[in-house]
Each structure stands twice: as structure tokens, then as C-alpha cells.
């Protein structure tokens, strides 16, 4: 089953020298789950503030900078995993850097037929 990794910060949680360790760690883990043929795509955000949401309300757009929500924690990245159930997805998750300074949310991925690969 794939699970969405969606992983919550606070955008100035880190320095630039941390920032960059984060990366190299979390490409660490991305090699760690392709060779164990769990990995499908992962991917660090630009901030909220490059952030542009998009609302169709009685056939109007509506289009407004920034997030949708005002929260804390933004959403800062993602991993998308194939794993074979919950506890598995858990485990990958508890390896991502930033869980020891946000979080990270866990969902199972609903997968329609007929959408291109």
C-alpha cells in the first residue's frame, strides 16, 4: 500500500548548515527504502510565503498567496512510500530527520484506476 509522508514544521525550526544536514540525511533514507524497493517519490517544499491556493466556489476561482491555513507548523515536504501496512509506514516515518522536530503525518494513499503512471 502507499503512504503519503507529510512532514510539518515550523519553517525557521532550522539554521541553513542544519537545513542542509536534513537533506543529506533525508537523501540518506531515501537511498535506504529504493534499495529495499519501498521509495516512490520525495521532495522538500519551497516556503508558505512561495505558496499560491486555489478555490473554486459556485464556478469562481479564487486565487490567494500563502497557505490556505494559518498554522504553526507549514507542510515542508513530503515522502511517498510503499509499504505493506500501518506499523511499516510508522517505521519510515519515525526515520525522517524532521520528525525529532515537527511532525510527520501519516496517510494511506487512495489509488484510483485509470490514472497515468
Known sequence: ????LLIYHEEHALGEDEREACYVE???LAHQLKANGQFLAASPLQPAAMATSVRVRDGKRFVTDGPFAETREQLGGYFLVDAKDLDEAIGIAEKIPMARKGTV?????IEIAGLPI
Open 105 to 109: 503525518e501519516v496517510r494511506p494513499v
Open 26 to 28: 533525508s537523501t540518506q
Open 1 to 4: 500500500m502507499k503512504y503519503m
